[in-house]
T-cell receptor, first 116, second 116 residues
């Protein structure tokens, strides 16, 4: 069964500094990987996904993530953080070979706080 | 086009009462998911519908929970004899396909359920 770990419950960064939100995963086959963001009192919004091809994926709001197969990681990054980036971030994975909904697994979430 | 909508946005009920939560997916999306999110926590998978296939109910926490999807579109999640531990935000998501494709899920704003 697949799993996702987000080792940091909370990440604090100063506005204008680069940010990284970490994600590692475990699947038996090849992964589809996703990042979602949840602003307060809102549903989840899709940021970006990795399917195949270029390991560096660019997404919404200036975010990008790098797929690293050897380290089974898919860390989310942004060169310059904004206060408005403060939110809850979820990493998710699905094994390419799986067809069922339960196998779309979300991590526990990382709360990002960008300080002015 | 319209996104995923959910109703009601907030529901307060007394312990032991039944509640119905509604989800309207994006038109044309064949896959529909229900998740539960406790305060500040990650997403707990509940149930998955894909087209006319039998739903994947493996995430439903007890037989008090049920869901149906009529005409391949609107879905209703029913919780019978609600308990205080059912208090959470219930999120619905839809996607274009769930079989063999990198399905990006689009989430509704959620229904916040409070059981007194």
């Amino acid at each position: 069964a697949q799993s996702v770990a987000q080792p940091e419950d909370q990440v604090n960064v100063a506005e204008g500094n680069p940010l990284t939100v970490k994600c590692t995963y475990s699947v038996s086959g090849n992964p589809y990987l996703f990042w979602y963001v949840q602003y307060p009192n809102r549903g989840l919004q899709f940021l970006l996904k990795y399917i195949t091809g270029d390991n560096l994926v660019k997404g919404s709001y200036g975010f990008e993530a790098e797929f690293n197969k050897s380290q089974t990681s898919f860390h989310l990054k942004k060169p310059s953080a904004l206060v408005s980036d403060s939110a809850l971030y979820f990493c998710a994975v699905r094994d390419m070979g799986d067809n069922y909904g339960q196998n779309f697994v979300f991590g526990p979430g990382t709360r990002l706080s960008v300080l002015p | 086009g319209a996104g995923v909508s959910q109703s009601p946005s907030n529901k307060v009920t007394e312990k032991g009462k039944d509640v119905e939560l509604r989800c309207d997916p994006i038109s044309g999306h064949t896959a529909l998911y229900w998740y539960r999110q406790s305060l500040g926590q990650g997403l707990e998978f509940l149930i998955y519908f894909q087209g006319n296939s039998a739903p994947d109910k493996s995430g439903l926490p007890s037989d008090r929970f049920s869901a149906e999807r009529t005409g391949g579109s609107v879905s209703t999640l029913t919780i019978q004899r609600t308990q205080q531990e059912d208090s959470a935000v219930y999120l619905c998501a839809s996607s274009l396909a769930g079989t063999g494709n990198p399905d990006t899920q689009y989430f509704g704003p959620g229904t916040r359920l409070t059981v007194l």
